[in-house]
């Protein structure tokens, strides 16, 4: 009977209906807005904070790193600085609960400079002197850190890399810009591994 609970147990952490808490960051469309009108980027969370630049009213897939406390405003990135916009206003893309997988994610970090750009199967990896493109051959998720995931994958120079993502605060060093993955990167080539860590940003385009 024991084990029979646990095995249940674990079934409901792993389903997405237990999994309903939202995932920062997380993609918004802006909604309600006129179409005459924009919707205002604060450089804080209240309508009279200085305003830094605005979205269109059809503006779509803009990543929201954060809420404020009361989650009535999120943190974004603009024109070189973070900045913040009314979540009334914003309607979250579907499928971004705790737990689910990134399909679509662009990593970078420095000293060596590299980035990689994951949509869906396709991986492509860059430095300074060359890209590569691969695919993802399997995917890395653990049921008792919904907070974390990543993928394994492979490039036609014919590494298998790993890229692991967890979802907390992460600056890259050079800009304002607030991240909200963490990554760390693995590869080995002709049998020297690697290590790389960096940040991650949802909005790839």
């Known amino acids: 009977m024991l084990r029979l609970a646990l095995a249940l147990a674990l079934l409901l952490l792993a389903s ?3 999994a309903t808490q939202d995932r920062w960051p997380a993609l918004f469309d802006v909604s309600g807005v006129a179409a005459d009108d924009v919707l205002n980027i604060r450089a804080e969370p209240n309508a009279g904070a200085e305003k830094i630049g605005d979205f269109a009213p059809d503006a779509r897939s803009i990543e929201v790193i954060a809420p404020n406390e009361r989650q009535d405003w999120g943190l974004v990135n603009v024109d070189g600085r973070t900045g913040w916009v009314s979540l009334h206003y914003m309607v979250r ?5 705790l737990g689910a997988p990134i399909e679509t994610v662009q990593c970078a970090g420095t000293e060596p400079f590299w980035s990689l750009t994951r949509r869906g199967g396709t991986v492509t990896w860059s430095t300074p002197e060359a ?3 691969g695919t993802v051959t399997t995917p890395l998720d653990t049921i008792a850190r919904r907070d974390m995931s990543g993928v394994i994958y492979r490039l036609e120079s014919d590494t298998r890399d790993h890229l692991v993502m967890t979802l907390e605060r992460c600056s890259d060093g050079m800009s304002d810009y607030a991240y909200g993955i963490r990554a760390i990167l693995t590869r080995d080539l002709d049998g020297a591994p690697e290590m790389f860590g960096g940040c991650c940003s949802l909005d790839v385009d």
């Open 131 to 133: 890209e590569t493109s």
């Open 93 to 97: 893309q579907p499928g971004q609960w």
């Open 16 to 18: 997405p209906a237990f």
